[in-house]
């Protein structure tokens, strides 16, 4: 099984600032089979990104990701109030999915 | 519009069982896999389970196996999670994940999820 960790745990940061989101895989995630997800207090996930840098269905081009192997990043260019959430990271290239543990984007 | 609306969950007591159901429409079910995937208060997202399209191949996380048995009726678009020997550490909420293709292996994310039930499971 893939263990994912996400760094940083929580990132505060001011509306207009740029937030850089990392996740690391304990080894190569196949085909860079690597989404990200958006989760609101009280709301199910979000699907932001798939295959590591692919926007899913109307996502802002504020969100883009990248990457590849064990190291990938999600970037979201200038933050919006609706930004502040936490996001999670997921790899699909090894059955069974495994989830990071989160970064909480927070209002500084 | 996709849509996926869970039901079923409550309060149960250990060694209880349940039966999840999940809702969809907006979509063609029977063209693509379907998982659950469960999150302990405060807690981050595990794939607890996951069927084909067809619904003949099922996965179970190590911890449900022999416990919970996924399944679903294409005719009538829902999805089934039986859950029994209910545990204390499976109070969680189960969401409702569509796969972005017909099997769940490798390639497969979830591309929608519903908002979820909340199962509690205490004495």
């Known amino acids: 099984e893939i263990a994912l960790t996400q760094s940083p745990g929580t990132l505060s940061l001011s509306p207009g600032e740029r937030a850089t989101l990392s996740c690391r895989a304990s080894?190569?995630?196949?085909?860079?089979?690597l989404a990200w997800y958006q989760q609101k207090p009280g709301q199910a996930p979000r699907l932001l990104i798939y295959?590591?840098?692919s926007r899913a269905t109307g996502i802002s081009d504020r969100f883009s990701g990248s990457g590849s192997g064990t190291d990938f990043t999600l970037t979201i260019s200038r933050l919006e109030p609706e930004d502040f959430a936490v996001y999670y990271c997921?790899?699909?290239?090894?059955?069974?999915?495994?989830f990071g543990q989160g970064t909480k984007v927070e209002i500084k | 519009e996709v849509q996926l609306v869970e039901s079923g969950g409550g309060l149960v007591q250990p060694g209880g069982s349940l039966r999840l159901s999940c809702s969809a429409s907006?979509?063609?079910?029977?063209?693509?896999?379907m998982y659950w995937v469960r999150q302990a208060p405060g807690k981050g997202l595990q794939c607890v389970s996951a069927?084909?399209?067809?619904?003949?191949?099922?996965y179970y996380v190590d911890s449900v196996k022999g416990r919970f048995t996924i399944s679903r009726d294409n005719s009538k678009n829902t999805l089934y999670l039986q859950m029994s020997s209910l545990r204390p550490e499976d109070t969680a909420v189960y969401h409702c994940?569509?796969?972005?293709?017909?099997?769940?292996?490798?390639?497969?994310?979830?591309?929608?999820w519903g908002q979820g039930t909340l199962v509690t499971v205490s004495s």
């Open positions: 994940v569509r796969g972005a293709a017909a099997g769940y292996g490798s390639g497969s994310y979830g591309d929608y």
């Open positions: 907006g979509f063609t079910f029977s063209d693509f896999a």
């Open positions: 069927i084909s399209n067809n619904g003949i191949s099922a």
């Open positions: 080894q190569s995630v196949r085909n860079t089979y």
């Open positions: 295959g590591a840098s």
């Open positions: 997921q790899q699909y290239g090894n059955s069974p999915w495994t």
